[in-house]
């Protein structure tokens, strides 16, 4: 079955710290990823995407994200975290074409200033 | 920018009632999903709909159902609620290759 896996479920970090979350993917054929945060009180946002191409992937807020296809993972990273980083992030995955979207569970961030 | 509406931002319901959930999208998009989204489960496709009267089941669609009379809108129905149907469910919407757009959510409380 078609999942997304993502191993930390908490993450805590002082400000300028590097972030990284880890996801994997468990899909068949040619896969969409995504990324998307969810800030406190907020809806959910996209952060980036992979589609096709440049494995590597640069969102909005200085995130980035590299798609490994033998390891089936999509991490998301960031150099220098801020405390406004804050947030629970999501990673997804659908088959390309297909619109069903499968989310990972989770990961709760929290950024000590 | 495309905007997901949901009705409700927190909704209180008993035992047995029966309740619906209301999304609308104003960018004519073909897609509409429900999600719910739970600590330490992320979020859980519930139903989805790719076209006006068609439905297809996610993952969860047990206990709900739902209704897609016109395109921009997209209902999620409680046939009879439930203590473990106590959640926040997330209406979204796309088109064939953009990125799901979420609504604010509706966090519902069945007592």
């Known amino acids: 079955a078609q999942s997304v896996s993502q191993h930390n479920h908490h993450v805590i970090l002082s400000e300028a710290a590097s972030l990284e979350l880890g996801c994997n993917y468990s899909?068949?054929?040619?896969?969409?990823l995504f990324w998307y945060v969810q800030y406190p009180g907020q809806h959910l946002q996209l952060l980036l995407k992979?589609?096709?191409?440049?494995?590597l992937v640069k969102g909005i807020k200085g995130f980035e994200a590299e798609f490994i296809k033998s390891k089936f993972s999509f991490n998301l990273r960031k150099p220098s975290v801020q405390w406004s980083d804050t947030a629970e992030y999501f990673c997804?995955?659908?088959?390309?074409?297909?619109?069903?979207?499968?989310f990972g569970t989770g990961t709760r961030l929290l950024v000590s200033p | 920018d495309v905007k997901v509406t949901q009705s409700s931002r927190y909704l209180v319901k008993r035992t047995g009632e029966k309740v619906f959930l209301e999304c609308v999208q104003d960018m004519d998009h073909e897609n509409m999903f429900w999600y719910r989204q739970d600590p330490g489960l992320g979020l859980r496709l519930i139903y989805f709909?790719?076209?006006?009267?068609?439905?297809e089941k996610g993952d969860i669609p047990e206990g709900y159902s739902v209704s897609r009379e016109k395109k921009e809108r997209f209902s999620l129905i409680l046939e009879s609620a439930s203590t473990n149907q106590t959640s926040m469910y997330l209406c979204a919407a796309k088109d064939r290759d953009s990125p799901l757009h979420f609504g604010n959510g509706t966090r519902l409380t069945v007592t």
């Open positions: 992979y589609f096709s191409g440049d494995p």
């Open positions: 709909s790719y076209d006006v009267k068609m439905k």
């Open positions: 899909y068949g054929g040619t896969v969409n």
């Open positions: 997804a995955a659908r088959s390309t074409g297909f619109q069903k979207l499968v």
